[in-house]
């Protein structure tokens, strides 16, 4: 069976955790591709969205929105595109997926976040799945950085909104 | 605004509705470039997941449960590609989006439904989103008639699930 990757995250990737609850942790993506994509994964080993309990599809609810919200006011994020393909797991003679969601913001207007700026060419279009990497190292340790520090902000909005 | 194409469906695409609940509605998609791709549609007209109720999120899980057996039980698909863009509502000046997502099965293998047959020539890959239509229309209607004989045993046992 191949080796789990989001089971055993590398110290490169694990290093872009932004938030985790109980069932999920959300990373910046190492490939910047679209400016602030996001993958959410599943906190426990399990291979189809058809097998996620109850409660960890309601809690992917609360992260759909705190993700668009976050991505909306902080980057001006227009609006976004979830996948969940897992295509990857099946290159292996005996595929071992594990469920996990890609968020791309998409942008209608240029962005600027500090010297980051990206201008979304594909806007309105499917997203390109073989457009490259738009920061470098450094800029994008600052977006996380920046995101991290934000991030608490909507989670805990959600929270009070609920206990409202 | 955009006119919504998904409140005012065609009447072409009404015809390859499958299954609906209080929520959502399940079409055969009229493009069928990866056989038995489906669209699951928002009932409500609503422009993102963030604002989805609790209801229409746990409705969507079981949509995802009983439409992922159908296809692996019906058409042997060997995994699932489930994405929710929203690209299209943005082409318009004023966007006027709708919440609904595809669900592309994917195959490890060649698969033969009567005289249909159809090979993932990208599976294991990220879905080829310019691959033609691969079924006519007499193919992709008895395949529809085919899937809509089949769809309620699928809901109905994940109710029987429920009750148990």
Redesign the interface.
């Known amino acids: 069976m191949g080796v789990c990757e989001l089971c055993n995250i590398s110290d490169a990737d694990r290093k872009l955790l932004l938030y985790e609850n109980a069932y999920w942790s959300i990373y910046l993506a190492n490939k910047q591709d679209y400016v602030g994509r996001c993958i959410i994964v599943l906190k426990r080993h399990c291979g189809?969205?058809?097998e996620?309990t109850?409660n960890e599809?309601?809690s992917f609810?609360d992260i759909?929105?705190s993700v668009?919200?976050m991505l909306k006011n902080e980057l001006s994020a227009?609006?976004?595109?979830?996948?969940?393909?897992?295509?990857?797991a099946?290159?292996s003679i005996i595929?071992n997926?594990h469920v996990h969601f890609h968020v791309r913001p998409?942008y209608?207007a240029s962005v600027s976040i500090g010297d980051i700026s990206f201008i979304d060419t594909d806007?309105?279009?499917?997203?390109n799945?073989k457009s490259e990497n738009k920061l470098n190292e450094e800029q994008k340790n600052k977006l996380f950085c920046y995101l991290k520090q934000k991030i608490d902000i909507y989670f805990n909005e959600k929270q009070a909104n609920i206990l409202r």
């Open positions: 189809s969205l058809s996620l109850v599809w309601c609810k759909t929105s668009e919200n227009t609006m976004f595109n979830w996948s969940c393909l897992m295509n990857d099946y290159k595929p997926p998409r209608a806007f309105a279009h499917h997203y799945n």
